[in-house]
């Protein structure tokens, strides 16, 4: 898709600083010997491993964010599941053998609404369930100014030993 190509475009421009005049005043400071050739390809290489080890962070923080948000959802919907099964709405017959509610995975979760999906066609929307899918999450992520000051803090505040 050209805009994202255009959008990187513009990222590594702004990166480099290219056109702000630091890249001129840095060398304003070189000696007159000075290979500025090696110089710029050093400066490009350190700025391409650098925003790659920013993406994978950045992705990583994200697809672990998702994941927790994709659980929680399960485990709500699950407990309505089986609040609808203790009160008769559905039928214990719904349900594959191989479910265990108190450790239900987002697969067996998954499985289950299509069941139910399908036997309660007519009367599915009154049930309030919602799809769980991992990729509904992942396109609620924050963007901008909100990605850095609230998605990570709150993905930092879930990672195993995290000190809040």
Not at 13 to 42: E, M, P, Q, T, W
Not at 135 to 164: C, R, W, Y
Request: aromatic letters at 12%; charged letters at 15%; proline letters at 4%.
């Amino acid at each position: 898709e050209p805009k994202v190509w255009r959008e990187a475009a513009t990222q590594v421009f702004f990166a480099l600083g290219l056109g702000f005049g630091g890249v001129i005043a840095f060398s304003s400071y070189n000696k007159r010997d000075n290979n500025c050739h090696f110089d710029a390809v050093l400066v490009s290489f350190i700025n391409f491993f650098t925003s790659v080890l920013a993406t994978l962070v950045v992705f990583a923080v994200l697809g672990f964010k998702a994941n927790i948000l994709n659980e929680k959802c399960v485990a709500v919907n699950s407990e309505k599941i089986l609040g609808m099964l203790n009160t008769g709405i559905l039928s214990h017959d719904l349900v594959p053998h191989h479910i265990h509610f108190p450790s239900i995975t987002a697969a067996d979760y998954h499985q289950m609404y299509v069941i139910i999906k399908g036997v309660k066609e007519e009367d599915f929307t009154a049930l309030n369930l919602e799809p769980c899918q991992i990729e509904d999450e992942l396109n609620k992520a924050e963007q901008g100014t909100g990605l850095a000051f609230i998605a990570f803090t709150e993905a930092m505040t879930h990672f195993p030993a995290s000190p809040f």
